[in-house]
Each structure stands twice: as C-alpha cells, then as structure tokens.
C-alpha cells in the first residue's frame, strides 16, 4: 500500500481520534476540573487577593484545550501512520485492522498507561508548578524505557523464531518479558515529586485520574480502529481490483 495514502488514513482517523478525545474532555474531564478550580478559589489566592481576574478566562481556556485535543489526535495520527508503515510486519494479526488495534494498544500502554500509572495527572488543585520540569523529565524518562521494553520483546521474538520455537512458546515468553519489563520501569523511576495537598478529596483526585485516562483510551480506541478499518477498507479494494486488472 503506497505510504501516501496511509499518511492519509492516519491524518483522518487521527482527526476523528482527537474529537473524541474532545468529547470526553468536555463530558468527563472538564465537570472534575471545575470542582478542583473551587479548591483552588476557596484558597483564596494571589488574584483573588488583589482582585485581578486570570489572564485568560474559563471559556477560553476550554476552548483551547479542545482545540488541542483535536490537534494533538492528528499529529499523533501522522506519527501513527508512519509507525505502522515502518512496523506493519512485525505487527500481529491478520489483516491491517487487527495490526492497526495492535499497535493503537501498544502505544496507549507504552505512551499512557504506563506513565499515567507512575506519574498519574493531578487536576489543578494539585501540583507545584516548581516541579514541571522534573515530571516532565520522569514522564518522558517513562516512555522511553517503555520502548526499550518493547524493542527488547521484538528482538527476543526475533531470536526465539530463528531458533524454530513455537509461536505458542514465543507469545509466552514475549508476555512474561513485556508484563516483567513493565514492572521495572514503574520500580525503577522515581514518583511524582508532588504531595496532594490535605484539602483536595481522594474522590476528586481519583474521578480526574481515571477521566484523563479514558480522554486517552478514546483517542487510542478511536484511531486504532479508524486507521485500521480505512487501511483494511483499501487492502481489499487492491485485492478485488487485482483480479480484474489481469
């Protein structure tokens, strides 16, 4: 399949992706961010002292990071596409779609959960703003290990088929590997330098938790399956064209 048109197919399930990633945060994320905010207000901070408003106001703000949710769906779709062109035959599964899924959850565990496991997101109540550039570091610092586990799992597959060991004996041996690489990278890096402070309720804390990481889930979901299906959609369009064409 030429890689234009993948590109293509990644542009627009990676559009559809951010939408709905969109979606959850203004159905999900965005009601818990406004319970964090009245935190913060009853604080009684710096603005609220002198009077002044923030620099920009709630509306806005929503509107960005909508906006960015949409944008960041098709950016990530441009990098998924060249990923699955590079990697298409190391991936699982028998048609585009299944490689496609395959591939949505591997990068949804390698670039979400495992991070969002070590170094959870904090609504706004939570987090020293002194602190951004170190969680920034561990949190990228997490992702990278998680690639080198999953470069590890492909190489060790590698090395088991040239030995003829059996794809049964090679998907255990690639589960162990990856659920013992997983445990180490969250042993290894360092936690959140925050504290949650004493005022913010463990529910609220939870509820954004676990919101910001179905904002994530939908996107993956979203663009595993809509790449996949525009992919296998123009694999047998080929596959019925092929015949005729003879």
């Given amino acids: 399949m030429p890689f234009t048109r993948l590109l293509r197919d990644g542009v627009v399930a990676g559009a559809a992706a951010g939408l709905g990633a969109a979606l959850v945060l203004w159905l999900l994320v965005e009601p818990i961010i406004r319970r964090a905010l009245v935190i913060e207000e009853a604080r009684g901070g710096a603005d609220h002292a002198t009077g002044e408003g923030p620099l920009v106001s709630r509306a806005l703000q929503v509107v960005g990071g909508l906006t960015t949710a949409a944008v960041v769906g098709v950016l990530v779709g441009v990098v998924f596409a060249v990923v699955f062109a590079r990697t298409r035959h190391l991936l699982p599964g028998s048609t585009d779609l299944g490689r496609a899924a395959a591939l949505a959850l591997v990068g949804f565990t390698v670039v979400t959960l495992l991070p969002g496991l070590k170094l959870p997101a904090n609504p706004p109540a939570v987090g020293d703003p002194a602190t951004v550039t170190e969680r920034t570091l561990l949190y990228l610092l997490t992702i990278l290990l998680g690639l080198l586990v999953v470069g590890l799992v492909l190489a060790a597959d590698g090395w088991l088929t040239h030995r003829g060991v059996a794809a049964p004996s090679r998907t255990v041996a690639k589960t162990v590997l990856a659920i013992g690489g997983a445990v180490a990278v969250l042993a290894l890096v ?5 504290s949650v402070p004493k005022d913010v ?3 609220l804390l939870w509820d954004f938790r676990v919101a910001s990481l179905a904002q994530l889930a939908a996107m993956w979901l979203v663009l595993g399956l809509g790449f996949g299906a525009l992919a296998e959609a123009r694999t047998r369009a080929q596959r019925v ?6």
Avoid: M, R
Avoid at 241 to 246: I, L, R, T
């Fill in 241 to 246: 064209a092929a015949p005729a064409s003879v």
């Fill in 190 to 194: 360092p936690g959140s330098p925050d």
């Fill in 201 to 203: 309720p463990a529910t």
